[in-house]
């Protein structure tokens, strides 16, 4: 999916440009999603266009201030080394749009299938219940 910087801010709200399309961040405990149980049932998509990201069964709670899943639907996002801040991380875009969406850490300890944190942006998302 191919837009210019005009087409994104046309559709996206500017905070929503800011993160996915500048590689932005939202404040930790802000995001729409931060605290939406994992009981919920749907899928979680990408505001920029609409691919299905995560099955909402997937959401847990880390208490890192953002929505995290451990496990996303294949194919979905594309993982890229992020060597910004000084650390090593690995960042998760939109396998459709490019869009930034968050990281993804591994081995913290959470007891979910995969002990993957994948932490993201609430603004990127929306729920399709």
């Given at each position: 999916m191919s837009k210019s910087d005009e087409e994104w801010r046309a559709i996206l709200s500017p905070q929503q440009y800011r993160v996915l399309r500048q590689l932005g961040t939202e404040a930790p405990y802000s995001g729409?999603?931060?605290?939406?149980p994992a009981s919920d049932v749907g899928v979680y998509q990408c505001v920029g266009c609409n691919q299905d990201?995560?099955?909402a069964s997937t959401k847990f709670n880390s208490a890192c201030g953002w929505p995290a899943f451990y496990e996303?639907?294949?194919g979905s996002i594309i993982?890229?080394?992020?060597?910004s801040f000084g650390m090593v991380r690995e960042e998760m875009r939109c396998s459709n749009c490019d869009g930034h969406l968050g990281h993804i850490f591994r081995g913290e300890g959470y007891k979910n299938p995969t002990?993957?944190?994948?932490c993201v942006n609430s603004i990127c998302l929306k729920l399709n219940k």
């Open positions: 729409e999603y931060n605290d939406t990201l995560y099955k996303a639907i294949p993982i890229n080394r992020d060597t002990d993957e944190r994948h």
